[in-house]
């Protein structure tokens, strides 16, 4: 199973940018995704997640309001919709996906069992 993420750059302050993670050689559907940020010498947290279905999603409290997160799950794809950008969105950000349907919270880390290489989003 890989996933693959695309769509980062840099932005200016204010800018958006879309970002999408595409999932393949997946033996059987993908249960919640999710993106995770990590900033320079911070820790990976979780900014945006979703369930299989799409009716319900979690946003860090840091960008409520200005990110989308969304699923097609005919193509295996996971987006994120990003405004109003600012400074503190720098970093790298990771998809990940969960197969397996551990029963930790939508925000947890120890969730997801397939991450993709990253895709890096610079806003200055």
């Known amino acids: 199973v890989q996933l693959v993420e695309s769509g980062g750059g840099e932005v200016q302050p204010g800018g958006s940018l879309t970002l999408s993670c595409t999932v393949s050689?997946?033996?059987?559907?993908?249960?919640?995704m999710a993106w995770f940020r990590q900033a320079l010498g911070k820790e990976r947290q979780a900014v945006a997640a979703?369930?299989?279905?799409?009716?319900?999603?979690y946003y860090d409290d840091s960008v409520k309001g200005r990110f989308n997160i969304s699923r097609d799950n005919g193509k295996n794809k996971l987006s994120l919709q990003m405004s109003g950008l600012n400074s503190e969105d720098t970093g790298m950000y990771y998809c990940?996906?969960?197969?397996?349907?551990?029963?930790?919270?939508?925000?947890?880390?120890?969730?997801?069992?397939?991450w993709g290489q990253g895709t890096q989003v610079t806003v200055s």
């Open positions: 990940a996906a969960d197969f397996r349907r551990r029963g930790y919270g939508l925000e947890d880390r120890r969730k997801y069992d397939v």
């Open positions: 050689g997946a033996p059987y559907p993908v249960y919640d």
């Open positions: 979703i369930r299989y279905g799409g009716n319900y999603k």
